[in-house]
């Protein structure tokens, strides 16, 4: 379609390129429904993988906000066989924690009836139950296995719509990874989940209450979205961290590691063949499961601007974010574009006008959206003001140039620039071993077709100017923005 | 209880297969690597060049080391150094603005980097191929022909202002920035850290004059890879490059460091987090240390990754910490540290710092178990073709291994040193290299939410986080040369007489202006009134309308609160500025000869150089013609010089007084002040002044 512009780009970004990459990867579905991409890079003996598990944040049930991330802690702690000194004897003994656990919490269900005395005898008796299981740990042996193996970059993250796990093997320990990565989620233990959810909580203070951004982040995901659960941060409000049970962590997973929610990427020196017959032998053991359901609540409509402020001693900071719809619409592509011509690299507009031309900022940028994409979500600004200028300066200056490409359409030069760098950032995705497997994940299991990471480029380059001021004028309007920005402690406030 | 084991199988559906255990597995020889050999030569020119083809994209990528560092910076215009690599890249060349090069490489989707480290500048590009050409002469002119126009070195010094006003706000950075302070010294290249002091010292000159004196072709290696045949590159290189043949005398040795070891307990104290970051640690080595290998095992078995007995005791055992870790960090030309570093709740600090000490100790009185020792051997061992796993690592450590003069196989030898350490050897070099009486403590966080006490640990130094101000805001005061001050009371005394007579001003005693500020559209444009009252003799107050409300600022001279939206106190900078505006009241200003606590002291044929023993300054330039003042000059740590020019002087109760103050900020206006109305000796009080306004209602 637009040929002059193609032409400007090697054979790789076109059509063709697709073709050239499409022979790398071998793509099957077991028929537990798990699916498997592997993309053959044999430039070295080495190889990545990557488990994109399809749940997040936003499964986590009222009350228990952070479970999700919580469970992802817990795929580390081993198997039946991986991280035990005596399996029947740790298993009753994780099960003896529960009961008396179970007496604990009917005991302070009973509200202010409790009894504060019975309360800290059953505390002591869960106390002592922990230790008990506890003795019979082999520590941290599933980490030990994948670190004396040579596995680097291992680790997890949970995000509101996925959670990823990953890292990497020399190639001779392929199916050391398949025994290892299917065992933990065919039967992972609970163990010292206790202990483990006062890291998580230690990991929220570190993330969230200990950063001004984060305070920052936080307030402004309240007060924008009231319903949908992107409202709360992936970790998870502190008292419901404090209170999670081992039994709904584990109920949790039953729900939602079901094989046909998960997609695994391989990428490196992989024998295709090779790695179907070990995916099948150990992943085909999980049972096919019903899909989970997905998030019910729809986030209303937003009627009228809000504004937050927090209180930080910190230097100033500012977030700006309107509602936008999800990475299924039709405008999601021009919004990409709209993201970029604002804030990418050295051209994008506002780093140009407030950092660089008023020197009010001292950084200043935009996300297309946040917190993540498979729902309506926001379109983010945030800004860093430079010392000696105020947030009311930066966030007029912001809304000047909101106003501007609202009114002016972009010109075609801006348009052409963008396009080329979304086409040259996939080409710098391209390679590493990790980024591909991770990549090739993300678009599969949010698009069903990991191609689409290649053709959404097609998609970028039926974004024109027109679209561009569209979208800005449709969805940066002032009726469903919110601020959020952090203000120093009135006099007096308590330290 | 077999039962118990096969009942969760079944729960799992399992019947089918049954697959044996991971340490039945059996794993093939890893293939031979093919570890690339990059080609190297060096230019006509003299500069070191390295290439190694890599087909797989359509990418040229490339990188240069240049033979300085910020350990080359003067002691007082500390940060020199990454202005100029900075200032190398956004100042343009001689034909093109920054400007002009960031459009025209993102119309290329390329980069051109440059950057500074303690031992090493580098610059680096990356290009899709067609471009190649273009860019690489994009990289080549800024490397070779850069402009460092002022107003990207402006931009650079205001943005490292806001850094500064910055640092302290993350607490998770402050730790080892502070631990690193007292271990190599907070006076030398090492240890310091750039002040606003040291931005006021650096000019235009002294950037041009560094890149002078290290970026020249005999102090460069460069290495391109990618997507291109060697001979093909090596001639384009080669004459790219050929016009560029500046030379300058050897670099000198970088410093060497004087540390002496600073052990204690130091605690900077943050109220507003819920968690205390620390570091503690000491002196370390350098990859060249006969015990490299043998340190590397031992600080992996005490605390790197998952398995590592800090993370084993503090985070899986203990619960305390989500992050703990403890690193043998190497340099390759100096001595790093040795450091144990994580964070915890407030209410743990103590308990976990104490439990990273017993980790300590255990490391140097027992040797560590045969397994801890296969299994932190086997981690690098077994991880070792991840060093080979791009073109771009071999390519990189090929370079570094030449600029820091190691022998080429030193990833091997490091890889038989590994392979040979022993479980008295890790217990030897813990002994002799983890010194817990030289271990420096730091700890950022609330002490008041602290379980057990810090003391508990021994004496607790306090940590002043406070960030210095400028000792001098304009230069040098030249206050030992009494003519020199003689003739300032000179040009004060003829402005007394032309603003209406010595005696007429110091009858003034209180002072009510009113105003309207317009900022200029670079600095946001803005409009506002504003009422401004003083009463002497240090007692002010503003009221500026702004769009949102009111903003009330009171100040006594030492201490002040603003209003805004709730009355609080106001913040050091604010505090300095409102000092600053009651320091410059026209009417006691112009009289600060007869005040003993000013130093008054010409400054050139014009102006005068006004200071205080507490740090305010200002240099006002007089008219020849009239005596009248009519510019002043003066700095502040928050946004830099600020220069005033006053007009429309209109007669006041006989007192002659500017009714229009233009403001300019490095040579940029940013606004202009017009006073509607100034009426003196009103009989305002003091008390007047202080009252704090009523809270907005809600």
């Known amino acids: 379609m637009r040929v002059c512009l193609l032409a400007l780009l090697p054979g790789l970004l076109c059509a063709q390129s697709l073709q050239e990459f499409e022979k790398k990867v071998t793509e099957f579905t077991l028929p537990n429904g798990m699916r498997f991409l592997i993309i053959e890079r044999h430039e070295a003996p080495v190889v990545s993988f990557h488990t994109y598990a399809n749940v997040g944040s936003v499964d986590d049930p009222s009350g228990e906000s952070g479970i999700a991330h919580m469970f992802e802690h817990m795929a580390f702690k081993g198997t039946p066989t991986i991280g035990s000194k005596n399996w029947p004897k740790e298993k009753a003994a994780l099960a003896a924690i529960e009961v008396v656990y179970d007496k604990l919490d009917q005991e302070k269900n009973k509200g202010f009836r409790s009894d504060p005395k019975k309360i800290a005898e059953l505390e002591a008796q869960v106390k002592d139950a922990i230790a008990t299981a506890d003795s019979f740990v082999e520590e941290n042996e599933y980490d030990r296995i994948v670190e004396s193996n040579g596995g680097v970059g291992m680790n997890a993250g949970t995000g509101e719509d996925s959670t990823n796990y990953f890292y990497s093997f020399p190639v001779n320990r392929i199916e050391l990874w398949f025994y290892l990565e299917s065992e933990r989620f065919l039967h992972p233990v609970f163990r010292e989940f206790y202990k483990e959810r006062d890291v998580v909580r230690e990991e929220r203070r570190m993330r969230v209450e200990s950063s001004p951004q984060g305070k920052l982040v936080e307030a402004l995901l309240a007060t924008a979205i009231e319903a949908h659960p992107y409202r709360v941060m992936p970790g998870g409000w502190a008292s419901d961290i404090d209170n999670f049970r081992a039994n709904e962590a584990e109920l949790f997973y039953k729900k939602y590691y079901t094989a046909g929610n998960i997609t695994i990427g391989i990428a490196g020196d992989v024998n295709p063949v090779e790695a179907k017959r070990m995916a099948e032998k150990y992943f085909g053991r999980i049972p096919k499961g019903p899909l989970p359901p997905m998030v019910r609540t729809v986030e209303p409509k937003q009627e009228g601007a809000k504004r937050v402020a927090v209180e930080s001693p910190a230097q100033p900071f500012i977030a700006i974010a309107y509602k936008r719809p999800s990475q299924y619409s039709p405008d999601d592509a021009a919004l990409d574009v709209l993201s970029e011509i604002l804030s990418g690299g050295r051209t994008g507009l506002i780093y140009k006008d407030l950092v660089r031309d008023k020197k009010i900022a001292l950084a200043a940028a935009s996300q297309d959206t946040f917190p993540?994409?498979?729902?309506?979500?926001?379109?983010?600004?945030?800004?860093?003001?430079?010392?000696?200028?105020?947030?009311?300066?930066?966030?007029?200056?912001?809304?000047?140039?909101?106003?501007?490409?609202?009114?002016?359409?972009?010109?075609?030069?801006?348009?052409?620039?963008?396009?080329?760098?979304?086409?040259?950032?996939?080409?710098?995705?391209?390679?590493?071993?990790?980024?591909?497997?991770?990549?090739?994940?993300?678009?599969?299991?949010?698009?069903?077709?990991?191609?689409?990471l290649f053709t959404q480029l097609q998609e970028y380059d039926k974004v024109t100017a027109d679209d561009v001021q569209r979208v800005a004028k449709t969805y940066l309007i002032e009726n469903t923005r919110t601020v959020a920005y952090t203000q120093a402690p009135a006099e007096g406030a308590a330290k | 209880m077999k039962g118990l084991f096969l009942a969760v199988l079944l729960a799992h559906g399992v019947f089918a297969q049954v697959v044996p255990s991971y340490k039945d597995l059996k794993y093939p020889p890893l293939p031979q690597v093919k570890v690339p050999e990059p080609t190297s030569f060096t230019l006509s020119n003299g500069m070191r060049v390295f290439l190694l083809e890599d087909h797989e994209l359509p990418l040229i990528r490339g990188l240069a080391l240049i033979h300085t560092g910020n350990l080359f910076d003067p002691p007082d215009k500390k940060g020199l150094s990454e202005f100029t690599a900075e200032v190398l890249r956004s100042g343009g060349t001689k034909a093109k603005t920054g400007d002009q090069i960031d459009e025209e490489l993102e119309n290329m989707a390329a980069s051109v980097e440059a950057g500074m480290d303690e031992t090493s500048a580098s610059m680096s590009f990356s290009a899709l191929k067609e471009n190649g050409d273009t860019v690489l002469r994009v990289f080549k002119d800024v490397m070779t022909s850069p402009e460092f126009r002022q107003d990207k070195l402006d931009l650079a010094i205001t943005q490292t202002r806001s850094a500064i006003a910055r640092r302290n706000d993350d607490a998770n950075a402050i730790p080892e920035r502070e631990l690193m302070r007292i271990i190599y010294g907070p006076t030398t290249p090492y240890g310091w850290q750039v002040e606003y002091e040291d931005l006021?010292?650096?000019?235009?000159?002294?950037?041009?004059?560094?890149?002078?004196?290290?970026?020249f072709p005999k102090n460069i290696m460069l290495a391109v890879y990618g997507d291109f045949k060697i001979a093909e590159m090596k001639e384009k290189l080669e004459k790219t490059f050929a016009d560029w043949t500046v030379q300058q005398p050897d670099v000198p040795k970088f410093p060497e460091v004087t540390a002496k070891p600073a052990p204690g307990i130091y605690l900077a104290e943050k109220p507003d987090v819920t968690q205390t970051f620390f570091a503690m640690g000491e002196l370390g080595g350098t990859l060249r240390d006969k015990d490299y290998a043998a340190l590397q095992v031992a600080a992996n078995i005490l605390g790197q990754g998952f398995t590592s007995r800090l993370l084993s005791q503090i985070r899986t055992k203990l619960g305390y910490a989500y992050d703990i870790s403890a690193s043998?960090?190497?340099?390759?030309?100096?001595?790093?540290?040795?450091?144990?570093?994580?964070?915890?709740?407030?209410?743990?600090?103590?308990?976990?710092?104490?439990?990273?000490?017993?980790?300590?100790?255990?490391?140097r009185s027992a040797e560590v178990t045969p397994r801890e020792l296969d299994e932190a051997k086997q981690?690098?061992?077994?991880?070792?073709?991840?060093?080979?796993?791009?073109?771009?690592?071999?390519?990189?450590?090929?370079?570094?291994?030449?600029?820091?003069?190691?022998?080429?196989?030193?990833?091997?030898?490091?890889?038989?040193?590994i392979a040979a350490v022993t479980r008295a050897d890790v217990l030897r070099v813990a002994k002799e290299r983890f010194l817990p009486e030289n271990l420096a403590i730091v700890a950022v966080g609330n002490p008041k939410e602290f379980g057990k006490p810090l003391s508990a640990l021994g004496k607790v130094n306090v940590l002043d986080l406070t960030i210095p101000e400028p000792k001098s805001e304009t230069g040098p005061a030249p206050k030992s040369d009494p003519a020199a001050a003689e003739r300032g009371r000179g040009m004060l005394k003829r402005a007394q007489q032309a603003m209406g007579g010595a005696d007429k001003l110091a009858g003034v005693k209180d002072m009510t202006e009113s105003a309207e500020m317009t900022m200029s559209p670079a600095a946001g444009g803005m409009k506002r009134k504003q009422q401004s009252r003083w009463a002497a003799p240090s007692f002010f107050r503003q009221e500026q309308v702004l769009p949102f409300g009111t903003v009330t600022a009171y100040s006594d001279g030492k201490t002040g609160w603003l209003s805004f939206p709730t009355v609080r106190p106001m913040d050091p900078a604010v505090l300095k500025q409102a000092q600053g505006e009651i320091f410059r009241v026209p009417v006691t200003l112009i009289l600060s000869d007869r005040d003993a606590s000013r130093t008054v002291s010409a400054a050139g044929p014009k102006s005068v150089e006004i200071s205080t023993a507490d740090g305010q300054s200002v240099r006002v330039e007089f008219d020849d013609a009239t005596g009248l003042p009519i510019r002043q000059f003066y700095k502040e740590a928050a946004m830099g010089e600020v220069k005033e020019t006053f007009s429309d002087w209109r007669e006041v109760d006989g007192i002659k007084l500017p009714f229009k103050i233009l403001m300019e900020q490095n040579e940029q206006k940013v606004g202009e002040v017009a006073i509607s109305e100034i009426k003196l000796n009103t009989g305002i009080k003091p008390e007047e002044l202080s009252k704090k306004p009523e809270p907005a209602k809600k």
């Open chain 1, 372 to 452: 993540s994409g498979k729902y309506p979500a926001l379109f983010l600004f945030y800004v860093v003001p430079s010392t000696g200028h105020s947030l009311e300066e930066n966030e007029k200056a912001l809304y000047a140039i909101i106003e501007h490409v609202k009114k002016d359409k972009v010109d075609e030069a801006t348009i052409a620039r963008v396009r080329i760098k979304l086409r040259a950032a996939l080409i710098r995705k391209l390679d590493s071993n990790s980024g591909l497997a991770s990549e090739l994940c993300d678009y599969s299991a949010n698009f069903g077709d990991w191609r689409k």
């Open chain 2, 200 to 215: 006021n010292h650096i000019h235009r000159d002294d950037v041009v004059k560094f890149y002078q004196r290290y970026y």
């Open chain 2, 328 to 363: 043998w960090s190497a340099n390759w030309d100096h001595p790093g540290t040795f450091r144990i570093e994580g964070s915890t709740k407030s209410q743990s600090t103590t308990e976990t710092l104490e439990a990273a000490r017993v980790e300590l100790d255990k490391m």
């Open chain 2, 379 to 417: 981690g690098v061992l077994n991880s070792f073709v991840f060093n080979f796993d791009s073109p771009a690592k071999t390519l990189n450590r090929v370079m570094r291994y030449e600029y820091y003069g190691y022998p080429k196989d030193f990833l091997f030898q490091y890889q038989k040193a």
